[in-house]
């Protein structure tokens, strides 16, 4: 593995499905984050983590959950997907949440119908 | 009115033009300012990284950080196909969410360079 992946590469998805967002990384980074990005409305914050055991809410956490078992995964969880969460989802990480510089996977595409 | 601001474009030069992106903000607390390039379905990756107010070189890419006036550009010299990309401003240093710091992103200037 080299820096993030990210799984899967698209989707599309019924909606009030579930579905979970996977995110994996092996540069050893504390801090990771969940984005999504949308025309018109930039990069925005879902959640993130500071460090394996926490996380935290960003700008539009509601209808999204996350977890973070270990320092490698940080998972995105839609527990009931609504049209409106058509996006395409990036995962980032950074050393810690106090650097500013932060790396980005490939990004997943959903659609929910 | 939103942090960052970012014209969308489209932009679209000549190759071997000096390409101008820019973007204001209205927080006064942003120390960090970075600029990522953004190629079509792939992921941000990071360009420019600048402390404060000055400039920045790398290669063809100037970065260039005015706090005064709330406003930041990077230029582009000698364009090239190959910076055909999304380019995005991103600033921090301005609010802590629950100890992280929070990086705020521009809308994303689409560029396209014509060989």
């Known amino acids: 593995i080299a820096g993030i992946t990210q799984a899967p590469t698209s989707q599309i998805l019924a909606a009030g499905r579930r579905m979970t967002l996977r995110c994996t990384q092996d540069m050893r980074h504390n801090a990771m984050y969940w984005y999504r990005q949308d025309l018109g409305l930039g990069l925005r914050l879902i959640h993130y983590?500071?460090?394996?055991?926490?996380?935290g809410k960003g700008e539009v956490p509601d209808g999204y959950s996350v977890s973070r078992a270990n320092t490698d995964d940080f998972p995105l969880t839609l527990a009931s997907a609504v049209p409106s969460q058509t996006s395409v989802y990036f995962c980032?990480?950074?050393?810690?949440?106090?650097?500013?510089?932060?790396?980005f996977g490939p990004g997943t595409r959903l659609t929910v119908l | 009115q939103k942090e960052v601001e970012q014209d969308p474009g489209p932009l679209s030069v000549p190759e071997g033009a000096i390409v101008s992106l820019n973007c204001t903000y209205s927080n006064s607390a942003f120390q960090y300012f970075m600029w990522y390039r953004q190629y079509s379905r792939k992921g941000p990756e990071l360009l420019m990284y600048?402390?404060?107010?000055g400039n920045k070189e790398d290669g063809r890419f100037t970065a260039q950080v005015d706090k005064s006036s709330k406003y930041i550009s990077l230029f582009i010299r000698d364009s090239q196909p190959s910076d055909s990309a999304t380019y995005l401003c991103a600033m921090s240093g301005g609010s802590i969410i629950q100890g992280a710091q929070k990086l705020v992103f521009g809308q994303g200037t689409r560029l396209t360079i014509n060989p």
């Open positions: 980032a990480t950074s050393l810690d949440t106090s650097t500013d510089t932060q790396y």
């Open positions: 600048t402390y404060s107010s």
């Open positions: 983590s500071n460090t394996a055991g926490t996380t």
